[in-house]
């Protein structure tokens, strides 16, 4: 059975992701004009997600006068939203127009754990601030007794916590061996297994999704 990263495109020239190894994937090659349009423009995405986001983080934390349960809230989201514009957006984008898994064993292990924490705790954020809007707007009179900084806090913490721990433990396998399922050199392939039991008999449905960096 042939693999994706091993057919030809008759509009494109395909090589080799490394030339020296036997078992390497292909890398398909972009023109030069979509190859430098794609780069700019995924620079220029970036740039703009870490400036505007270093902006909120540099006003939030200077400032006293916007130093609320809300602001706060805003502020660890804008670290995560920072992160992902400087870590996920370059390294995703390269992926996409290389084709090719060129940081190594270690990295493909690390990466995507980084990526899942990064965006399940901005996801968390935009719920905690959510929370906070609703019970703002619904009970304003009881809002300063029951959103306080140290309430806020440990909410940004458990979320933070929670990611990590949700995500190693999904990831634990990929962790252990990146890749034991990479058909050939250059690739970085992320398989989350679950496992649902239906009775008591422990009879179970597995199901698996699978994810290709």
């Known amino acids: 059975m042939s693999h994706p990263h091993l057919l030809m495109d008759g509009s494109r020239n395909s090589s080799l992701c490394f030339p020296n190894h036997n078992s390497s994937c292909r890398r398909l090659q972009l023109p030069l ?27 939030i934390s200077h400032f006293r006068q916007l130093h609320s349960p809300t602001n706060s809230l805003l502020l660890s989201l804008a670290v995560s939203d920072l992160a992902v514009g400087l870590l996920v957006m370059p390294i995703e984008g390269l992926r996409y127009l290389e084709t090719c898994w ?3 064993r270690l990295m493909c292990a690390l990466t995507p754990y980084v990526f899942y ?8 954020h935009m719920v905690l601030i959510s929370v906070d809007r609703y019970v703002a707007i619904c009970d304003p009179l009881i809002y300063p007794t029951r959103i306080t900084m140290i309430n806020v806090k440990i909410c940004v913490s458990l979320c933070w916590v929670c990611s990590l721990v949700y995500n190693g433990l999904i990831l634990m396998e990929h ?13 970085c392939v992320v398989i989350v297994r ?20």
């Open 33 to 59: 004009s979509e190859t430098v349009l794609f780069h700019t423009l995924l620079t220029l995405i970036s740039l703009i997600t870490v400036m505007l986001n270093l902006l909120v983080i540099i006003s």
């Open 194 to 213: 679950l496992i649902r039991f239906t009775d008591s008999s422990y009879s179970c449905e597995i199901s698996s999704s699978c994810y290709k960096i």
């Open 175 to 187: 962790l252990g061996q990146p890749d034991r399922f990479s058909t050939c050199h250059g690739e």
């Open 117 to 124: 924490c990064l965006i399940t705790a901005s996801l968390g």
């Open 102 to 104: 060129l940081l190594g």
